[in-house]
C-alpha cells in the first residue's frame, strides 16, 4: 500500500509541473549557467570578482523556483473546499453530434449510463478477415493538448478533488492508447483503417471523465468543465477535444461452458465493489507494436491477454483464444471508446480457477464468481439475477456474448 501511495504521488506531482513548464524549463536553463559559470571560475578562466556575486545570485534563483515548484505540486492534496456532491445527479438525455448519431445509430441503457454502438462495425471486428489497419495520429494529441492548456484553471479544480479522494488509493498516470479516429473502410469495405495516438490517464480523468460530473464549493457555488454534458455534444473521434484511450474487457468462458467474473474491490479508480469482467482495464501505449502489429485487434487482444495474467495471474500456463466481439462508446465517459472480447480457455473451470494468482496489493481483496452459460438465455439469467451489481462494462460485454453465441 504504502509503494501504491508513493507513485500515485510522485504521479500527480509530475502531471502538475507538465501543465506549468515555464518554471521549469528557467530552472533547467538556470542550473546550466550557474554549472557553466562555476567551471569558468574554478579553471581560472576568469577573475573577474562579481562573478561570485553572479553565481550566488543563481543559486538563490535555482533555491526559490525549487522550493515555489514543490509548494505548488503540493497543493494538489490541499482542500480548496470542492468536493463531488454524495447525491449524484443521473443523466436521462445526452447530446451528440448528427454525424456521431448517424455512425452510432443503437444505443443501450444501464445503471444511468448510455452506450452507443453499430451492429455493423461489431460484425466486422468478429470477421478476422477484414484487416484493420492502423496509424498514427498526431493531430488528436495536438487537440487534446490544446484544450487542457487553455482550460487547466478550471479543469484541475476536478483532478485535485479526485486526488485527495483517491490519497490511499491507486490513481496511476499511465501511458494509454487512444482511438484518435473512426474506423475508415476502403471503398469497397475490404479493409479499414484507424488513428492510434499516445496519452495518459490523468488527461482522461480530466476530459472523458468529468464529462457528466459537478463540483460543489463549501461556499454553495457549483463548478462546471468547460465542456460538459450540457454544452457539448459528443463527436466523431477524431474531432473530440477528449482523451479517448481506449478501455478493454474479456470474459473467460472454459471448457465445461462455465464463465468467471471478477468483483471489484473498493480500491480501484473505476467500477469499486461491481461485478466485472474477468480481465478489464485498458490499452497502454506499449500493447501498440508498430513494427509488428498489422491489425489494429492485435493490440486490443493483447491488452485483453496483459490484463488477464495482471487481475488473475492467468497467462502462459492456458493457451488463450480471444476473440473482439463488440465495440461501443460510453456516453457518460465523454464517448470513451470501449471494446469487448471473449477469451476461450479449453481447460475446466475449477483447474482455472485453482491457478488465479494476484500479485498486486491494489488486487487482493477481488473476489471471483463462476456461472454456467450453456445457452444465450443463461447470460440473461444471469443479468436479471445480479443487477444491479453489475458494472456497465460487464452489462454490456454479456449483451454483445450473449448476441456472440447466438
Given at each position: 500500500?504504502?509503494?501504491?501511495?508513493?507513485?500515485?504521488?510522485?504521479?500527480?506531482?509530475?502531471?502538475?509541473?507538465?501543465?506549468?513548464?515555464?518554471?521549469?524549463?528557467?530552472f533547467v536553463i538556470n542550473c546550466a549557467i550557474l554549472a557553466?559559470?562555476?567551471?569558468?571560475?574554478?579553471?581560472?578562466?576568469?577573475?573577474?570578482?562579481?562573478?561570485?556575486?553572479?553565481?550566488?545570485?543563481?543559486?538563490?534563483?535555482?533555491?526559490?523556483?525549487?522550493?515555489?515548484?514543490?509548494?505548488?505540486?503540493?497543493?494538489?492534496?490541499?482542500?480548496?473546499?470542492?468536493?463531488?456532491?454524495?447525491?449524484?445527479?443521473?443523466?436521462?438525455?445526452?447530446?451528440?453530434?448528427?454525424?456521431?448519431?448517424?455512425?452510432?445509430?443503437?444505443?443501450?441503457?444501464?445503471?444511468?449510463?448510455?452506450?452507443?454502438?453499430?451492429?455493423?462495425?461489431?460484425?466486422?471486428?468478429?470477421?478476422?478477415?477484414?484487416?484493420?489497419?492502423?496509424?498514427?495520429?498526431?493531430?488528436?494529441?495536438?487537440?487534446?493538448?490544446?484544450?487542457?492548456?487553455?482550460?487547466?484553471?478550471?479543469?484541475?479544480?476536478?483532478?485535485?478533488?479526485?486526488?485527495?479522494?483517491?490519497?490511499?488509493?491507486?490513481?496511476?498516470?499511465?501511458?494509454?492508447?487512444?482511438?484518435?479516429?473512426?474506423?475508415?473502410?476502403?471503398?469497397?469495405?475490404?479493409?479499414?483503417?484507424?488513428?492510434?495516438?499516445?496519452?495518459?490517464?490523468?488527461?482522461?480523468?480530466?476530459?472523458?471523465?468529468?464529462?457528466?460530473?459537478?463540483?460543489?464549493?463549501?461556499?454553495?457555488?457549483?463548478?462546471?468543465?468547460?465542456?460538459?454534458?450540457?454544452?457539448?455534444?459528443?463527436?466523431?473521434?477524431?474531432?473530440?477535444?477528449?482523451?479517448?484511450?481506449?478501455?478493454?474487457?474479456?470474459?473467460?468462458?472454459?471448457?465445461?461452458?462455465?464463465?468467471?467474473?471478477?468483483?471489484?474491490?473498493?480500491?480501484?479508480?473505476?467500477?469499486?465493489?461491481?461485478?466485472?469482467?474477468t480481465g478489464s482495464g485498458s490499452c497502454i501505449y506499449s500493447?501498440?507494436?508498430?513494427?509488428?502489429?498489422?491489425?489494429?485487434?492485435?493490440?486490443?487482444?493483447?491488452?485483453?491477454?496483459?490484463?488477464?495474467?495482471?487481475?488473475?495471474?492467468?497467462?502462459?500456463?492456458?493457451?488463450?483464444?480471444?476473440?473482439?466481439?463488440?465495440?461501443?462508446?460510453?456516453?457518460?465517459?465523454?464517448?470513451?471508446?470501449?471494446?469487448?472480447?471473449?477469451?476461450?480457455?479449453?481447460?475446466?473451470?475449477?483447474?482455472?480457477?485453482?491457478?488465479?494468482?494476484?500479485?498486486?496489493?491494489?488486487?487482493?481483496?477481488?473476489?471471483?464468481?463462476?456461472?454456467?452459460?450453456?445457452?444465450?438465455?443463461?447470460?440473461?439469467?444471469?443479468?436479471?439475477?445480479?443487477?444491479?451489481?453489475?458494472?456497465?462494462?460487464?452489462?454490456?460485454?454479456?449483451?454483445?456474448?450473449?448476441?456472440?453465441?447466438?
Amino acid at each position: 500500500m504504502a509503494s501504491i501511495k508513493l507513485k500515485s504521488n510522485v504521479d500527480r506531482w509530475l502531471f502538475f509541473i507538465s501543465l506549468y513548464p515555464v518554471p521549469t524549463i528557467t530552472f533547467v536553463i538556470n542550473c546550466a549557467i550557474l554549472a557553466y559559470a562555476t567551471v569558468d571560475f574554478a579553471d581560472g578562466f576568469s577573475s573577474d570578482k562579481s562573478l561570485y556575486v553572479i553565481i550566488l545570485l543563481f543559486m538563490v534563483n535555482i533555491l526559490w523556483q525549487l522550493i515555489s515548484t514543490i509548494s505548488e505540486a503540493r497543493s494538489i492534496t490541499k482542500d480548496e473546499g470542492y468536493y463531488f456532491p454524495s447525491i449524484k445527479s443521473e443523466t436521462t438525455s445526452y447530446n451528440i453530434d448528427d454525424k456521431c448519431r448517424l455512425r452510432y445509430p443503437e444505443h443501450i441503457d444501464h445503471n444511468g449510463t448510455r452506450v452507443i454502438f453499430n451492429s455493423q462495425i461489431n460484425a466486422m471486428l468478429r470477421d478476422a478477415s477484414t484487416p484493420i489497419n492502423t496509424r498514427e495520429s498526431a493531430h488528436h494529441h495536438k487537440m487534446v493538448k490544446e484544450y487542457i492548456d487553455r482550460n487547466k484553471s478550471i479543469l484541475l479544480n476536478f483532478f485535485k478533488t479526485k486526488a485527495r479522494a483517491m490519497r490511499d488509493g491507486a490513481f496511476f498516470n499511465e501511458k494509454k492508447l487512444c482511438l484518435a479516429t473512426e474506423f475508415k473502410s476502403n471503398r469497397d469495405k475490404t479493409a479499414y483503417t484507424v488513428g492510434l495516438s499516445r496519452g495518459r490517464y490523468f488527461n482522461t480523468y480530466i476530459t472523458n471523465e468529468i464529462y457528466t460530473l459537478r463540483l460543489t464549493h463549501q461556499s454553495g457555488m457549483d463548478l462546471y468543465p468547460t465542456l460538459n454534458v450540457a454544452n457539448y455534444p459528443i463527436k466523431e473521434l477524431n474531432e473530440s477535444c477528449f482523451e479517448n484511450h481506449i478501455g478493454i474487457s474479456t470474459i473467460v468462458l472454459t471448457a465445461d461452458n462455465m464463465i468467471i467474473l471478477m468483483q471489484h474491490n473498493n480500491q480501484v479508480a473505476v467500477s469499486a465493489d461491481m461485478l466485472q469482467s474477468t480481465g478489464s482495464g485498458s490499452c497502454i501505449y506499449s500493447d501498440w507494436n508498430k513494427k509488428t502489429d498489422r491489425d489494429l485487434r492485435d493490440s486490443i487482444i493483447r491488452a485483453a491477454h496483459r490484463e488477464l495474467a495482471e487481475e488473475t495471474g492467468i497467462g502462459t500456463q492456458f493457451d488463450l483464444d480471444t476473440t473482439v466481439i463488440g465495440y461501443y462508446r460510453n456516453l457518460k465517459r465523454g464517448g470513451k471508446p470501449e471494446f469487448c472480447c471473449l477469451t476461450r480457455i479449453d481447460r475446466d473451470s475449477d483447474e482455472i480457477i485453482d491457478a488465479i494468482r494476484v500479485s498486486s496489493d491494489e488486487l487482493q481483496d477481488n473476489r471471483w464468481i463462476v456461472r454456467k452459460v450453456d445457452t444465450p438465455a443463461d447470460i440473461t439469467t444471469l443479468i436479471t439475477e445480479s443487477s444491479p451489481q453489475i458494472s456497465t462494462s460487464l452489462y454490456i460485454n454479456l449483451l454483445f456474448l450473449q448476441n456472440y453465441l447466438a
